[in-house]
């Protein structure tokens, strides 16, 4: 295809689409979603809502009603801007459209969520990562250098951070703030897990964004993320985001959880306690390292071929995420989030066979 390699960058060339492994019947745990799901009783009051909907019109383009909502429920100061996208993959890629592009840089901690990496390459913006401590700490005299040598238009930190499933420390986060010459994002994708945050202190720095999202909450399949941040900053965002990103049944369908959000508090304290759990009996396996995490997920590191293990977890029915890289600080870690408690035993148990 002649054509491909005169029209697509070399770098898109080299990329490979976005893997997701096929799942029917495995027990799913894998990518950090909820295992719970509404109760049955919820499930028709919500069907009945949805039924109203009019998938004829266009959604409502500013989403006020569920803005209004999510401001209430999530406590989001009325001196910050709020704007959603489609999961909070989409406001990345609204971040890397605004401020990325050629000659421009992000800069991250590096292991960290994938997205950053490849939407910087999707729209052609530089992509500097600075390897975290063996502890993954982050290393901030390396960090720090770093960014005084790459002059990053934005900072993505995620926290707490993914794969890792620590947060890093806060006097940290707040030095890279104070010392960023662009933007600065703070990805609080698992907020419900850790219960730490910048929200209610962002409103003192005007190049701090605040992102959130409803996956990891139980609402994966609805796509709604969140930024908040300096209402002029909110409002450059907003000319970027596509009129309709929101569509109508997840407005409706988040609408209707948010109305009843004790629901999925009482579920991320359900999977907390799951966690400690988890992480308890996955540190009585002989075999292995786990890592504290203050998400829904556990990073552990096996003393054996990561990659061996993944396949008989496979083979038994379990999905998680196989993260080794041979000679990185992932070597030979995988990924398991939380699920319920049986299929958290069904894991401990099949892990406990492969690593006998
Ligand atoms: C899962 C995850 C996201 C993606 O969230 P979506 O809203 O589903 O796009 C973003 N950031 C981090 C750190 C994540 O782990």
Request: with cysteine; net charge negative.
């Amino acid at each position: 295809m002649e054509l491909i390699e005169r029209l697509v960058s070399p770098e898109i060339r080299a990329l490979s689409a976005y893997h997701v492994p096929p799942a029917k019947g495995m027990v799913k745990l894998d990518a950090m979603e909820n295992p719970y799901s509404l109760p049955e009783a919820l499930r028709q009051e919500w069907l009945t809502k949805l039924g109203q909907v009019e998938i004829n019109r266009y959604p409502d383009s500013g989403a006020c009603e569920l803005k209004s909502k999510l401001r209430e429920v999530f406590d989001i100061p009325d001196n910050l801007g709020l704007i959603l996208g489609n999961g909070s993959d989409e406001l990345i890629q609204m971040v890397a459209s605004l401020v990325g592009g050629p000659g421009r840089m992000f800069l991250t901690p590096s292991p960290s969520f994938s997205m950053y990496e490849i939407i910087s390459l999707t729209t052609s913006t530089g992509f500097k990562s600075v390897s975290l401590n063996n502890d993954f700490s982050p290393n901030r005299s390396e960090f720090l250098k770093e960014l005084e040598n790459t002059n990053p238009a934005c900072i993505f930190i995620a926290y707490p951070n993914n794969p890792t499933g620590n947060s890093f420390d806060r006097i940290f986060i707040e030095e890279i703030i104070s010392t960023a010459p662009g933007l600065v994002v703070i990805d609080e994708a698992y907020f419900s897990f850790s219960g730490k945050s910048f929200l209610q202190q962002i409103d003192q720095f005007s190049h701090v964004l605040v992102m959130r999202t409803l996956s990891k909450s139980g609402l994966a399949g609805l796509r709604l993320g969140m930024m908040m941040g300096h209402p002029e900053w909110i409002e450059q965002l907003e000319k970027i985001r596509l009129p309709y990103n929101i569509n109508c049944l997840t407005q409706a369908s988040v609408e209707f959880c948010l109305d009843h959000f004790s629901i999925f508090s009482d579920q991320a304290a359900q999977i907390i306690t799951d966690r400690m759990w988890l992480a308890e009996h996955l540190q009585k396996l002989t075999g292995l390292t786990v890592f504290p995490s203050e998400t829904n997920f556990i990073l552990v590191r096996l003393d054996r071929d990561a990659d061996q293990v993944f396949e008989s977890l496979k083979h038994q029915g379990i999905l998680v995420k196989n993260l080794h890289r041979p000679d990185t600080l992932l070597e030979n870690c995988l990924r398991v989030t939380v699920g319920t408690p049986q299929q958290n035993l069904k894991l401990v148990n099949e892990l406990g066979h492969c690593l006998r």
